[in-house]
Nanobody
Framework: QVQLVESGGGSVQAGGSLRLSCAASGNTGSIYYMAWFRQAAGKEREGVANIGSDGSTTYADSVKGRFTISRDNANNVYLQMKSLEPDDTALYYC???????????????????WGQGTQVTVSS
């Protein structure tokens, strides 16, 4: 089992920055992909960015050039968010997927574990 705990959410004005963190614990050695997803009120959850154990990353088109995902050797994962927009307002979830072979983009992730989420609110 793997436990994921997010932190770093908050309220910020448009154009501002936030850095989300996700602390992983448990059987973290089994994780290959880690990712951030988000869900805005009244909308479906969507992938934001993912990162493999090899450091490869993919991003949703809506955040390319503004968000950066990274991870450390302990499988903690981070999301640096810059130039935030009101449309970025959502509950942000950390997720982890075990290795099943083949490449995973953020669009093809099938997470095995989820965190509880951290709220990000961007005001205009």
């Amino acid at each position: 089992q793997v436990q994921l705990v997010e932190s770093g959410g908050g309220s910020v004005q448009a154009g501002g920055s936030l850095r989300l963190s996700c602390a992983a614990s448990g059987n973290t050695g089994s994780i290959y992909y880690m990712a951030w997803f988000r869900q805005a009120a009244g909308k479906e959850r969507e992938g934001v960015a993912n990162i493999g154990s090899d450091g490869s990353t993919t991003y949703a088109d809506s955040v390319k050039g503004r968000f950066t995902i990274s991870r450390d050797n302990a499988n903690n994962v981070y999301l640096q968010m810059k130039s935030l927009e009101p449309d970025d307002t959502a509950l942000y979830y950390c997720a982890a997927e075990l290795w099943r072979g083949g490449r995973r983009s953020i669009a093809t992730m099938h997470p095995d574990y989820w965190g509880q989420g951290t709220q990000v609110t961007v005001s205009s």
